[in-house]
């Protein structure tokens, strides 16, 4: 039995995490979605908070996933060193770690022990682009799933990331 | 659509818990169970790790429960006056909080005016006596889900908790 | 000019502070009252949160001081080796520290060289039979201020108290 | 009775400030200054501490005020969701509050239920020019109150100010 | 090369201590000491500061040991799981741990990997025992070497812990 | 007796640091190296932990240095005010600080009454320089005492800072 970690922001969840995802779901038997910096919510580049974002992937991942997984809050602890012994003691134990190109956690989860596969290309959206069309209000709709087109609108937060970034670029 | 929070610290999850969860999900379309003391592990009153409750929790809700669910650690932060607002940073929105015994945390949910179910009776079994009959070597499976049972004794965490509480007795 | 330091949890505010703060009164300028342990609120030990704190002894204060005074929440840090610079660095400069009987505190702001008053005897009533009475239900309005006691009794903090306390007792 | 809220960083306390308070005294009865950032001093975006900024900002409202208030060091906490009940669990009960132009505290508060007032346009200066006029060595006696003016200088944090700010620069 | 690895409190360091690491400098080729709970200091059962104890433990080490020696101050972090990660960042890498009966130590350090070799009959003395001697005025010299006897009495740690253990005991 | 205290980053550990403990050498009977920064390591400004610095120095200051001295992990506080007891607490005592251009370190000491000894120029090299020599590939073993050239190449930890100023500039 194999299970996968991917660690992510998530601000927000788009399609390129998804294809993560699906990845994992034909490689792994169990998959962990990590919320990372899950302390932070209403600053500019943190917008939602883990709570908003656990549910809005839970809503996709119902959909789309049959495989069990689980959607687990990490707050950052600004300790590198640490990092892997905290994600270790939050979630079920796991033996891959899905990366998508920050090089200092692939390398202190090699260092650990863990396999790591990275994939930066395959993410192809970044979340910054999303929160800036989202600012600028032009179209972002084809970069996420239905389900958090429908949360981010329905609960305000495409028009709080508005205010945000607007309020950073005074 | 209702959704209910059930906060425990799960150390371990017995079928009390379970009982309540049972509850809940007649009552409500989505389950949150929150992992309280999530930072705890190694202590004897806090033998195991969030992410090792979080795996136990989650073998035994995948067979016995029907309705989506997510299972959420949550980190104490010893400052009771914000801890209805760290809960609601860190889970998805929710209408009912079930509670079983904790006057402190009722009275909390209950001024920020979520309603409040309380269920102390019905969980009958007390974590703490599960964990005493496991360090003094006496009959103990019978307290939990058979998930819960072959997991602790898995992962030797049967072991540990009697190493922990000899420590502590000393 | 002579600034005064008050120290206390306050939980509740009562007569035999106010005696103190009567003789820092006579002594000094200026008044300092620092309300310690200010995260704490909703234990059974440190009932009142410092918000509360602050509202119960400014009223009292208003009707019964002449002297200009200030009224400042200080978060305990756990490490008395650093106390007296967070102290320093939350609250007006001062000369004097009055103490009721905590010899720590004593001994740390006289090492920095801050003359210290001990006014243990000074204080009489303890805040622990306060609280004590107040959850057993017998006669407490003689050891508060007028203030004092109608603000517990209008916040409902009495009430609180008594499950507090209670909770604690099982 | 109404009570009012005005939370700034005040480094340093400026007139702007100033006509906001007087605004705040013609609407409220009981007025609540809090202190941003209170953990912080000695950098060159926060040179002061919070018990400077207390000082003098008591030494201009003692002369100016009339009606009751209070002067709160509020430390950031560095979590934008816990960020009300924080500030609610440190200060009296409040029911407005007095915003200069952040709109992520005028959101949170106005989620959680407040009176959110705007001032941006009649506070006018802005603190970091006031300490970029004192780095630089032009005037900015105007910018303040004499009790700041005079607070500053007497306890050398204008040469302080100068230094941080050259430090940065390099 | 190996290098071992001793963690205590060392309040205070006294002979059984060092005869752990005289053990220590037979089996390795450089040492290190590190000091846990690190961020106390006058609390009755902490009652020096880390830096109070490194000078006394290096005074003693540069008479007795001969081989190279580092001695660490290692705050605790108060969750376990994080323990090893925490104290590896903090100190030069090592093999081997030496164990004076803390059994959680022993657990975590044996899971990551390391050697576990336990002292705890070798140590004979116990702090709690030393400081209880000092409290209360009995003969205490013996316990600890001479370097650390002038040490205490000089700094006047001696009357600190009295009057500490007085406090409590109230 | 005369201790000198000199707190660095040592990111990584330079000549021109040599050179300053060269000095304390002559100037005092003891030397205390403090590790600024401690908690941090794996970022491309903090690329190693306490541990490896700690590890580094050691080997370089054995062969260097005759006096006693001690090498100290001081993690940050992000709490200028407290700063200066932090660093109390942690080490043994001492007289004379050196201080290699950080105004606001040399501001807080002195006005904590230590006398304050500024090596700006001695010190020439600047280790963002060391870091960036490395990043690029050109000569840098001309600015590091060969035992510090060695541990940087055996534990790899040029191919790391290479690897984390890459993420940071892309």
């Known amino acids: 039995m194999k299970t996968g970690l991917f660690i992510g922001r998530f601000q927000p969840f788009h399609l390129g995490h998804l294809s993560v995802i699906r990845q994992m779901e ?3 038997d169990e998959l962990i979605i990590a919320i990372g910096s899950a ?4 600053y500019d580049k943190n ?3 883990a709570g908003e ?7 996709v991942l119902r959909k ?4 069990p ?3 687990v809050p990490v707050e950052d602890i600004n300790c590198y060193p640490k990092y892997v012994s905290h994600v270790e003691s939050l979630v079920p134990e796991f033996d891959v770690v899905y990366n998508t190109g920050n090089e200092v956690i692939a390398e202190l989860f090699a260092a650990a022990g863990y396999e790591v596969r990275n994939f930066q290309k395959k993410v192809g959206i ?3 682009e ?3 069309a989202i600012a600028e209000g032009s179209e972002w709709k084809h970069f996420v799933h239905e389900e958090v087109f429908s949360f981010l609108v329905e609960k305000k937060i495409d028009e709080r990331i508005r205010r945000l970034m607007k309020d950073e670029s005074r």
């Not at 302390?39 to 209403?42: L, S, T």
């Not at 974002?53 to 809503?59: C, F, P, S, V």
């Not at 789309?64 to 495989?67: G, S």
């Open 26 to 28: 034909k490689e792994c």
């Open 39 to 42: 302390q932070y919510g209403f």
């Open 47 to 49: 917008p939602m908070t």
């Open 53 to 59: 974002r656990m549910e809005a992937i839970g809503k």
């Open 64 to 67: 789309e996933i049959k495989k």
């Open 69 to 71: 997984f689980c959607i």
């Open 126 to 128: 970044c979340a910054t």
């Open 130 to 132: 999303v929160r800036k």
